[in-house]
């Protein structure tokens, strides 16, 4: 299996955008639901997004809803995360991960294949 490989992280000003993305190739990326995962110095890892495999329906944590978009091309095995109004809080390493068939998809367990994460750092 190829893990995701995601890209996209970088500095950025409070209230400012950033958008993530995530290669994720092969059949069984592109058949499962994917999510975005965020870590911030010395906390667990959160859920933050997922999405179906045909991109139709999307799932977000309910703290993050309107600020943040979950899309996927799946033409190019590509997931995106667009985050805007971006807060110091958001701040963390940001991880694309395949769901591995549960669909308790808010959960880090249900996850198989994990990327090496990118970095999101947010200044005020």
């Avoid at 999510?35 to 977000?60: C, D, H, M, N």
């Avoid at 993050?64 to 390493?93: C, P, W």
Wanted: aromatic share 12%; charged share 20%.
């Amino acid at each position: 299996q190829v893990q995701p490989v995601e890209s996209g992280g970088g500095s950025v000003q409070a209230g400012g955008s950033l958008t993530l993305s995530c290669k994720a190739s092969g059949r069984t990326f592109s058949a499962n639901t994917m999510g975005w995962f965020r870590q911030a110095p010395g906390k667990e890892r959160e859920f933050v997004a997922a999405i179906s495999s045909t991109g139709r329906v999307t799932l977000y944590a309910d703290s993050l809803k309107g600020r943040f978009t979950i899309s996927r091309d799946s033409a190019k095995n590509m997931v995106y995360l667009q985050m805007n109004s971006l807060k110091s809080e958001d701040k963390g390493i940001y991880y694309c991960a395949r769901a591995s068939g549960s669909d308790d998809y808010d959960s880090r367990w249900s996850y198989d294949y994990w990327g090496q994460g990118t970095q999101v750092t947010v200044s005020s």
